[in-house]
């Protein structure tokens, strides 16, 4: 793991996101924060509809946030999950996370001890991106 990425400020971050999460339905409080290539920090929570479907999570919420802001890439990601063990990216976001950052460093945190350190090329091995449309 990649010791000049600030997790705890993330995590902290990560944490405090999930704390605005809109989850009337799933009552599963979500928070994500992304470290760009810029050195920001943005942050992202669940937010979901009462047509279930169109919930976004709180991974995409950061990315979709950060793009607004001008981010060009990602080279982190901490999710927490409000669980006792760590919860990793459900596909959807593994794939909008690829797009800017398909190597980048992924943190799964949650209300017990453990984490999940891992990078996003081995949660969507093989992937599909900008470069398969070149
Ligand atoms: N959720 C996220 O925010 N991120 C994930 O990676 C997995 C799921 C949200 C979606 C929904 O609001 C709630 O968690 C339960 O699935």
Known sequence: MDKTIPWDMLAKEARA?????????????????????????VRGCNVENASYGLTNCAERTA????????????????????????????GACRQVLNEFGPTMQVRA?????????????????????PKNLD
């Open 17 to 41: 996101a999930a704390k605005h999460a809109y989850v009337p339905y799933s009552r599963f409080a979500v928070g994500a924060a992304i470290l760009t290539a810029e050195g920001k920090i």
């Open 63 to 90: 990315i979709f946030t950060a793009k607004a802001d001008g981010m060009q890439e990602v080279v982190a990601v901490c999710i927490y999950t409000p669980t006792a063990v760590p919860t990793p990216p459900c």
């Open 109 to 129: 945190i949650c209300d017990g001890d453990g984490s999940i350190d891992t990078t996003l090329d081995q949660l969507l091995p093989g992937a599909f991106g």
